[in-house]
């Protein structure tokens, strides 16, 4: 049963959520539907007139290259999605359905992959597979042979950047999944490989739907892959097209926009496909008044198997380039691994960054306060959200779940664009402090999150809830004390994903950065722009262990709150 | 859906008017009190003038400063700076020329008049001059600039240039040997560094600098036959710079050459060497004050201190090219050409010509 609205708790948080995603996404969406149709810059005169032009969306799709780079960006995104979506089902499904021994080493070396910044890791696998230089060639003693500058090392590259979101989104829902239907499933006599095809994967539908959704998503609006090997490999990829031909000053704001309008098309049209999928919503209800904990299979000694795979797996993904990064952060300048190499090893680069504390640990205090608060006001916002789109019959939920989704089709250089002018236009006084940074995030990270929470809160059946009416509870009773506890798993691998990316972005800080608001990605460019890849790497290797630290704070509390697994 | 369109229509008309009243209230904005003052300072003494700027700068105690060094670089300086003045506190921002640009071009369209000085490339600056946002502003501290740097001081007095940048050839030394190295521009063509020479992607001010040195029809000659060398095009002019030093390929057509420089007097054994045979392009830095500065004393006192001993000997140590005193790792007698920016048409005809020749190859 689904509830119906009234004036209580429930209908002012209804209202506030409507309120709070007009101004966070409306407005931003309008303000770049607006400029994608007009011919004069915001501000100009003639900007605020009821005079429209198609010209921005002449100009971007008329051209030949435009559509030679969409194709090439659907091949890349659909082949990275593929690789990072097998490569996420098979960790999550090791670490939390199986007795693998080291579960608990895969997951965290698998979550420390997303904490080291995109650009160093994008780097060190130039590093690692250069055609000449490439510590991989050297070692095989084939130069060549790995070459990260083609469409295939691009691909490599960004699906292991993926492949810890597919594991996170599909690791919360098998930790929500209720053992007894795979019990039953063994019962009538299936075995281990029937019950994962026929009960269990189905059952994890919504998560797969939305896992494959936002890695299509954030493959084609990838940045920094193209950027650092799509020149050099000859391929060019959408937002690489966009930056082309839209990065002179001044920007042509117009343009910008019309492609923004072709990503958001494009999202809307995948979102209308996850609708499609999880539209029995009752069909994933796992989570339901009776107790369970959720069970692992026992592989018998196949278990080392899928340890020695995981673990080679996250050494690719995670401790390769991390090595490469820790070896480069005690260099004077990046030199292949060699005894001369070795001899000129310094700790001056870590010793340049502490002695600028005011700069790069300001940054970090800036960065902690940003990732953690954005994280947590995300968090709070989407589960509320996720509940009247998923557990209400409110009019216009799938609007609400649109709206909350279609600032992921936005480029974060236009997101931080409209933010800047937005906030120079509006009497509201938080340019240059966290806080508009904080906004902006929000926004931005608000789709992936929602995905997160959506995806355990169809888990849950709604029979918890109608219990707790008829105990007397009020919506906003229920909604702490019912709901929040069952969506921890969501919760807390939505936040986890939600801090760190906040933690490390790069483009909206930098557009909204003034002299006392930078966060550690401004540093980190700053590092990178000025060519310092040692120094870069050492502050990497800082951010990696305070990170790391927040991480394990935050699998304590994942730990004290979550479902607690069967050992 | 009508109870939620309901709620949204008149939240949207609320934000779009929240939106448009600044603008239209502050359309009428009054003009600029900067220009007038820096009028009237040139007619002053240079004592008496410094003795007004310093005073000036007191009171107003801050300055709000865009730089495009980055990072310590900028930091470092400003911190001389406020060790020579310690009543102004200097707000400091780093970013890139054109994110400089747009911000500065973003604030005046908003009436925000945030922003009191920006040091940027002069190439960068067309955007801006077309806006009409910078304060002309005149002053003799641009005399101690020497003749060969003197084409780089604007006559309207819109900016005041106080470093220069350079792009030049270079190589590296463990993969070519310098018998064997490109002596000139056109050398890069050589099919023996077929799929060796590093650019960046289109770069507005490399073609500029090329422009200036060969002339277009030079120019397109050149770009086809650099095409038909397959170049490396990889963003990030140190990134590259880190890759060649690296052994990764071998020539850098377009890069600064300070960052190999360095890496040289840091690590005599690095193997990096500078083409000094082939022109190295040079266009200057310069300070730019905004019309609309809240700070117009301050921002002067600054603008004119970057060209003093102290700046230029810091800009000296850091490997950029200082306008006065000897350049820290050019000899005398290395060719440069200076260049400055071009209108519109011809950048928009340098970028077709790149991308027919290179941009567009696959």
């Not at chain 1, 995109?118 to 060549?144: D, E, K, Q």
């Not at chain 1, 796992?286 to 020695?308: E, H, N, Q, S």
């Not at chain 1, 989704?405 to 966290?434: E, R």
């Not at chain 2, 120019?219 to 060398?229: H, I, P, T, V, Y």
Request: net charge positive; aromatic share 12%; glycine share 6%.
């Amino acid at each position: 049963m689904r509830r119906r609205l009234g004036l209580d708790s429930g209908g002012i948080a209804l209202a506030l959520i409507v309120a709070i995603l007009i101004y966070q996404v409306v407005v931003p969406l309008l303000m770049i539907v607006w400029t994608s149709l007009k011919v004069v810059r915001p501000g100009e005169p003639g900007f605020f007139d009821l005079t429209f032009s198609l010209a921005n969306y002449a100009r971007a799709f008329g051209s030949a290259d435009f559509w030679s780079a969409t194709w090439n960006t659907l091949y890349f995104a659909l082949a990275s999605s593929l690789v990072s979506f097998t490569l996420g089902v098979f960790l999550a499904w090791v670490v939390n359905r199986t007795n693998t021994p080291l579960a608990r080493l895969i997951n965290v070396i698998t979550l420390g992959r997303i904490i080291i910044p995109g650009i160093l890791i994008t780097v060190s696998w130039i590093f690692l597979a250069s055609p000449s230089i490439g510590i991989l060639n050297a070692m095989i003693g084939i130069r060549g042979f790995f070459n990260v500058y083609s469409f295939w090392g691009m691909v490599w590259v960004h699906a292991l950047e993926m492949t810890p979101l597919a594991y996170l989104l599909l690791a919360a829902a098998l930790q929500s999944m209720d053992p007894r239907l795979e019990e039953a499933s063994a019962v009538a006599g299936a075995g281990n490989w029937t019950t994962l095809i026929r009960i269990a994967v189905p059952l994890v539908l919504p998560a797969v739907g939305a896992a494959v959704l936002l890695l299509l998503v954030y493959a084609i609006e990838n940045f920094e892959v193209p950027l650092l090997l799509g020149g050099r490999a000859h391929v060019r990829l959408y937002t690489t097209e966009i930056f082309y031909n839209t990065a002179r000053t001044p920007t042509d704001w117009g343009l910008s926009g019309a492609y923004s309008m072709a990503i958001l098309l494009l999202s809307i049209a995948l979102l209308a496909g996850y609708f499609r999928l999880v539209r029995h919503n009752e069909r994933y209800q796992t989570v339901t008044g009776k107790d369970f904990r959720p069970r692992r299979i026992d592989l018998g000694a196949w278990r080392y198997v899928t340890c020695g795979i995981a673990l080679l797996l996250v050494f690719v993904i995670t401790g390769l380039p991390f090595l490469v990064v820790f070896y480069a952060s005690f260099l004077a300048r990046y030199q292949s691994p060699s005894v001369q190499a070795l001899e000129t090893m310094t700790l001056d680069n870590y010793r340049e960054i502490l002695n600028d504390a005011s700069y790069s640990l300001h940054s970090l205090w800036n960065s902690t306060l940003v990732g953690v608060g954005t994280a947590t006001v995300v968090m709070l916002l989407v589960s509320t959200m996720s509940y009247f789109i998923n557990k209400t019959r409110v009019p216009g939920r799938k609007l609400i779940d649109f709206l909350g989704f279609a600032p992921i089709a936005v480029p974060s250089v236009v997101l931080g664009t409209a933010f800047l002018w937005f906030y120079l236009l509006v009497p509201v006084p938080i340019l240059g402090t966290l806080i508009i940074i904080g906004l902006a995030y929000v926004t931005r990270y608000m789709a992936v999150a929602l995905r997160f929470v959506s995806t355990s809160m169809l888990q849950i059946h709604s029979e918890l809830e109608e219990a707790a009416i008829v105990a007397g509870g009020r919506w906003l009773t229920n909604f702490r004390r019912v709901y929040l506890p069952l969506l921890r798993p969501g919760l807390m691998a939505g936040w986890f994903w939600v801090m760190v990316h906040a933690y490390r972005e790069l483009t909206i800080a930098l557009l909204l950065a003034r002299s006392q608001n930078r966060t550690a990605a401004v540093v980190i460019f700053d590092l990178w722009d000025n060519g310092s890849f040692p120094q870069l790497s050492a502050f990497g290797v800082i951010i990696f262990g305070l990170l790391i630290v927040l991480v394990l704070l935050g699998q304590a509390a994942g730990k004290r709150f979550g479902v607690q697994e069967q050992i | 859906m009508k109870n939620l369109l309901r709620i949204l229509y008149p939240s949207i008309c609320l934000s779009v008017s929240l939106m448009i009243a600044p603008a239209v209230l502050n359309a009428a904005a009054a003009p600029s009190a900067a220009e007038k003052l820096y009028a009237e300072l040139a007619k002053l003494n240079a004592a008496e003038r410094s003795k007004r700027l310093e005073e000036g700068a007191r009171k107003e105690g801050k300055l709000t400063f865009i730089h495009t060094f980055r990072g310590k670089l900028a930091r470092d300086q400003v911190r001389l700076f406020e060790k020579r003045y310690p009543f102004v506190k200097v707000e400091l921002t780093d970013m890139g020329s054109q994110d400089a640009a747009e911000r500065l071009i973003a604030e005046e369209t908003a009436k925000r008049h945030l922003t009191d000085a920006i040091s940027l490339a002069v190439p960068d600056l067309p955007v801006i001059l077309k806006q009409d946002l910078i304060a002309n502003y005149p002053t003799p501290a641009t005399a101690r600039i020497p003749k060969k740097f003197q084409g780089f001081i604007d006559k309207e007095n819109r900016w005041m240039p106080w470093y220069w940048s350079e792009h030049g050839i270079s190589y590296n030394t463990s993969l070519i040997p310098p018998d064997k190295a490109p002596k000139d521009w056109m050398d890069l063509c050589n099919p023996a560094y077929k799929g060796q020479v590093s650019f960046d992607p289109p770069e507005t001010r490399f073609m500029v600098g090329l422009y200036t040195l060969m002339g277009e029809e030079k120019f397109k000659q050149w770009l086809k036959c650099m095409g038909e060398n397959q170049p490396i095009i990889q963003r990030g002019h140190t990134q590259r710079m880190n890759l060649m030093l690296a052994g990764d390929h071998a020539i850098q057509g377009d890069n600064f050459l300070y960052e190999g420089a360095l890496a040289k007097k840091k690590d005599p054994k690095t193997a990096f060497a500078i083409v000094y045979t082939a022109p190295i392009l040079a266009y200057a830095g310069s300070m730019i004050i905004n019309a609309n500065t809240q700070h117009p004393h301050a921002s002067a006192l600054f603008s004119d201190w970057t060209l003093s001993d102290e700046s230029q000997k810091y800009t000296a140590d850091e490997f950029r090219g200082p306008l006065i005193g000897k350049h820290p790792y050019l000899p005398e007698d290395a060719k440069i050409v200076p260049f400055g920016y071009v209108s519109d048409d011809i950048v928009e005809r340098l970028h077709g010509y790149w991308n027919q020749y290179i941009g567009k190859k696959k």
